[in-house]
């Protein structure tokens, strides 16, 4: 099952009866704005209940909610969420670029790295580099993206307001931990940002993303690795190796 959270900064206790969750909790909960949960809602892509004027949602629900869309992408023959997302797009390897993988970058506190990676990433022409950086770290303020002991995800706030042409992942891998004040103490050495056109689209890689990164073996092969094609080379058998796994 995909987790994407456990009680994060600025998320309030859940409920003891049956974990229900509120708009601002779920929006917690999945990384996502408020206005992206409303959209959602819209167009009947989450499981919800409607109490008085207000919507309410189960854990269980939305976490089975997640796992159904990732199995209908991983297992094939289905459609993803949204028409317009191939099934190869919860893949990482496809995302990555050599230009946009960088190893032993320079030492730095969070928001300064992110900054750094932003600036120094092959994007589609005319994104506002700034306004990226501003939305990911106004992301990371509402609780933080290190999901895994070794690893964080990074993304804009809002994915939409940016345009992407495709979706693209920015890897970097740092030269000692980082402190990105996670609850649980992680201070992850490689950061995967994540540039999706869609929430959805996001959803779909981060699931696959956690369960690659959350692998000691490969992050410790990521750091012995001289160069950004020896990083995509040990994320390619990593993925390779998972994927003969689901489908056995």
């Given at each position: ?7 994060k900064?600025g998320?309030?206790?859940l409920?003891?009866t049956?974990d229900?969750l509120?708009?601002?909790q779920?929006?917690?909960?999945l990384?996502?704005?408020?206005k992206?949960i ?12 409607r109490?008085?004027?207000q ?5 269980r629900d939305i ?19 949204l028409?317009e997302?191939?099934?190869?797009e919860?893949?990482?390897?496809p995302?990555?670029?050599p ?5 032993g970058v ?6 300064e ?7 120094h ?10 306004a990226?950086y ?8 509402l609780?933080s993206?290190?999901l895994v002991?070794d690893?964080?995800?990074p993304?804009?706030?809002?994915p ?6 495709k979706k693209?992942?920015?890897l970097a891998?740092?030269r ?13 050495r490689?950061?995967?940002v ?6 959805q689209g996001y959803?779909?890689?981060i699931?696959r993303a956690v369960?690659l ?5 490969l992050?410790?092969?990521i750091?012995r ?19 003969a796994?689901?489908?056995?």
């Amino acid at each position: 099952m995909l987790s994407i959270g456990g009680e994060k900064k600025g998320l309030s206790p859940l409920t003891p009866t049956g974990d229900i969750l509120t708009i601002r909790q779920l929006s917690e909960y999945l990384m996502v704005s408020e206005k992206t949960i409303y959209r959602m809602l819209d167009k009947s892509l989450l499981p919800a209940v409607r109490v008085g004027a207000q919507w309410r949602f189960r854990k269980r629900d939305i976490d089975a909610w997640l796992d159904e869309q990732v199995k209908k992408v991983e297992i094939g023959g289905q459609k993803a969420v949204l028409e317009e997302l191939a099934p190869s797009e919860i893949d990482v390897l496809p995302l990555l670029l050599p230009k946009n993988v960088w190893q032993g970058v320079p030492q730095l506190p969070r928001d300064e790295l992110l900054s750094w990676i932003v600036m120094h990433a092959t994007l589609d022409a005319g994104v506002d580099r700034q306004a990226l950086y501003e939305s990911i770290r106004t992301r990371e303020e509402l609780s933080s993206t290190a999901l895994v002991k070794d690893a964080a995800f990074p993304h804009p706030n809002e994915p939409s307001d940016f345009g992407f042409k495709k979706k693209r992942v920015l890897l970097a891998v740092a030269r000692e931990p980082v402190i990105f004040n996670d609850p649980n103490g992680y201070r992850p050495r490689v950061i995967v940002v994540i540039l999706a056109r869609t929430i959805q689209g996001y959803l779909l890689t981060i699931s696959r993303a956690v369960k690659l990164f959350g692998n000691p073996a490969l992050i410790g092969r990521i750091a012995r690795s001289g160069s950004s094609e020896e990083v995509i080379a040990a994320i390619r058998d990593a993925e390779e190796r998972l994927m003969a796994s689901v489908s056995r």
